[in-house]
């Protein structure tokens, strides 16, 4: 090395005044290191050491020889009493997190790691990436979705090309998680606090925290600052944000509060109430939990002909064909109605599912078969084991928790108390008429709207309903975030909920529209804010990227009126993005049945298909939209139009495409269905074109030749 060079050591000294002497040592121990050497290095390291305790290159080298033979409390021992001598030292205090965080519980290496944040930044970003990593991964785990995102913004930022490349899918799929509530999801901008003279150097603190991610200890200052300054709505803001990135979901929610009771614009009151009001559905002393009881049994075969058997279960299908499960059943209320009942069946006599039973069989000739039953605690649980053991009798029996498993390790998931009444589930057994099950999902989804919701007590609302608090001014804010609350739950269901028809029936404002500006930032809006921006206006540049952002949150309602905008307002558009158009029709198709609007489905399927027909689309492209359609159609085979599109499909493409007959005929053996075409006078003129030019009567081959086209 240069003589005059810094030297490797971090004393910020030239090599010749400093580690001349061991330089040749000091290479070899780093060849050794390249070769996945580690315990030749060792021994090198340690016999320098004897005579350098304090070279900072020396303790950081034999920390990571040790981390090659994941020796970390070793390493760490070996580099705690070189920091206290030494305590700015960026690579130490990056490796000594490293070492903690393998070898310490995550919430009780955050201080390390918060350390190594401040001191090894800027020095040592693709280890600090790495930190930042493991916290994603922590966070992720705990069920903290907006702590994870904000770290992973700290991998993007320092990480490697690879590791920025996979946060950012990462990040992507956490922003499309349906399964978590939509405000919750996407960025969320700190807001701008103007401090006081007295308060400045202390602001500038915390900020510097805030950058290098010390959430915590930024958002202690910021505590501090509000001792001084209880009533800028701002600096609570600032706090709810910093404690949810801190994984403190408890306190962020309590700032949040307090942020929203100051704002005076109500609109960004409502946002923040939404996210304190999810943030506290999530605490544990607002929650029940669904427990899991297990059971072996040495006969599968004849456990299952039993349960089969059994009035108060009906199994159901195995959705997740890859998952070890024989069979699934639905725990019931009440017996299952008659086929001769069902005619009959109505909201108030349908039952009610109240747990799951999985039946797994065993793996091994040593390893016996299992019976699993899930039900929230309380009533439902022990009616759904009384139900089991009632019908297993002496087949099962109980297994046994291992010692060493905690009092709670039965538990599978959490529910909002607030949400316990909405998570009742009407039950319609298989052999149930489509139109009767399709009417009684409409009547129970508007009933669990209009009624369930409307009168059920929320904590957010000082324990009144809904429409208890539609009278009380000071309940306007949390009433309007409540809405918002609930538009997530149902969203989570494929649901969408007329936000606007429930704020007049409270006597509730709308939001105010956020202008359409073509300098407008949709990275300085939350996912909630993005739903009140108004359309009209907007250039088709802007609306691009709105529609961009909306497919990758899959906000059902939010994603129908982007769409519809984008097919029916905006012909130029939709024009010059031709696959596009196309996915927004299948997209809109799909929302609204998932939706339960059957009928307007359909209907844009049949417009998809009409547009790629009229614009000379491929024929495969118009197959593709009648097998969507029969999909659709398939869910009631009663509806009239079925026979008709499937004679469609078997003579107009059928005809071209063999395969198309094939899974024509699969598919009415499937469905148990008499095939149409054995009965149907099909003639050439019966047949159409398809959209192409080919005829009827004629079929010319590959090779040129023509056949007489007939029949069959």
């Not at 990571?64 to 001598?85: I, K, Q, S, T, Y």
């Not at 009547?443 to 009380?472: G, M, N, Y």
């Amino acid at each position: 090395m240069d003589p005059y060079a810094p030297c490797p050591c971090g004393s910020e000294k030239k090599v010749k005044f400093c580690c001349q002497a061991i330089l040749p040592e000091m290479a070899k121990i780093e060849r050794l290191q390249e070769n996945n050497q580690p315990h030749m290095a060792l021994q090198l390291i340690d016999k320098l050491l004897k005579e350098h305790s304090d070279n900072g290159w020396l303790v950081t080298q034999r920390a990571m020889a040790l981390f090659n033979d994941d020796a970390f409390e070793e390493a760490r021992d070996g580099l705690v009493p070189f920091l206290r001598n030494n305590p700015e030292h960026p690579l130490a205090n990056a490796l000594l997190a490293l070492a903690v965080a393998q070898s310490t519980p995550m919430e009780k290496s955050k201080k390390v790691i918060h350390r190594a944040f401040l001191k090894s930044m800027a020095s040592e970003p693709q280890i600090v990436a790495i930190l930042a990593g493991k916290l994603v991964s922590h966070f992720l785990e705990e069920g903290h979705d907006m702590a994870a995102r904000q770290h992973m913004a700290i991998v993007l930022r320092l990480g490697s090309e690879e590791d920025r490349q996979r946060t950012l899918m990462a990040m992507l799929e956490l922003d499309a998680d349906t399964g978590v509530p939509y405000p919750l999801r996407g960025g969320h901008p700190l807001p701008n606090y103007e401090a006081d003279a007295e308060l400045q150097s202390q602001l500038k603190k915390a900020q510097r925290l805030y950058i290098h991610g010390c959430f915590s200890e930024a958002a202690d200052l910021w505590d501090k600052m509000a001792e001084q300054d209880p009533a800028t709505p701002e600096l609570w803001h600032t706090i709810g944000l910093l404690r949810a990135w801190d994984g403190d979901e408890a306190s962020a929610a309590s700032a949040l509060h307090k942020a929203a009771g100051l704002y005076k614009d109500d609109d960004k009151a409502i946002d923040l109430e939404t996210l304190a009001q999810l943030l506290d559905r999530r605490q544990r002393e607002n929650s029940v939990v669904s427990r899991l009881r297990s059971y072996e049994t040495d006969s599968l075969s004849k456990l299952l002909t039993r349960l089969d058997n059994e009035d108060r279960m009906c199994r159901v299908p195995i959705l997740d064909q890859q998952a070890e499960i024989s069979a699934s059943y639905d725990l019931l209320n009440q017996n299952l109605p008659t086929e001769a009942e069902l005619e009959e069946l109505t909201l108030e006599n349908a039952p009610r599912s109240i747990g799951r039973l999985t039946l797994i069989d065993k793996r091994d000739s040593s390893s016996p078969a299992t019976a699993h039953i899930t039900a929230i605690e309380g009533e439902r649980l022990d009616t759904s084991i009384e139900i089991f053991e009632k019908a297993a009798g002496e087949l099962v029996s109980l297994t046994e928790k291992d010692e060493e498993e905690s009092e709670d390790s039965d538990i599978v998931a959490w529910y909002a108390t607030d949400e316990l009444a909405l998570t009742e589930s009407a039950f319609f057994p298989p052999k149930t008429p489509a139109n009767i099950r399709r009417d009684l999902r409409r009547e129970f989804v508007h009933s669990c709207i209009h009624e369930t919701w409307l009168d059920s007590p929320q904590k957010a609302l000082d324990d009144r309903s809904p429409r208890e608090a539609a009278d009380i001014e000071e309940m306007k804010v949390p009433l309007a975030a409540a809405i918002r609350v609930f538009d997530a739950f149902l969203d989570r269901r494929d649901i969408i909920l007329d936000q606007n028809q429930l704020r007049e029936d409270l006597k509730l404002t709308h939001p105010t529209p956020i202008p359409p500006n073509d300098d407008l930032d949709l990275n300085t809006l939350t996912v909630t804010q993005l739903q009140d921006i108004n359309f009209e206006g907007m250039s088709d540049e802007l609306f691009d990227l709105v529609m961009q952002r909306a497919l990758v949150i899959k906000h059902c309602g939010f994603g129908y009126r982007v769409l519809t905008e984008f097919l029916e307002n905006r012909p130029e558009l939709a024009k010059k993005n031709q696959r596009e158009s196309e996915q927004a029709y299948a997209t809109l198709a799909d929302i609204c049945s998932r939706s339960l609007r059957e009928e307007e489905a359909i209907e844009w399927i049949n417009h998809g298909f009409e547009r790629t027909k009229a614009e000379g689309g491929p024929f495969e492209a118009q197959l593709m939209w009648k097998m969507r359609e029969l999909q659709f159609r398939a869910k009631d085979l009663e509806d009239p139009q079925l026979n008709s599109l499937l004679l469609e499909l078997w003579n107009n493409y059928g005809a071209k495409l063999p395969a198309v007959r094939e899974r024509l005929s699969e598919f009415i053996t499937a469905m148990e269905i008499d095939p149409p075409w054995e009965n149907a006078i099909v003639t050439p003129q019966s047949l159409g074109d398809a959209g192409t030019n080919w005829s009827a009567e004629t079929e010319e081959t590959a090779t040129g030749e023509k056949k007489l086209w007939l029949p069959d």
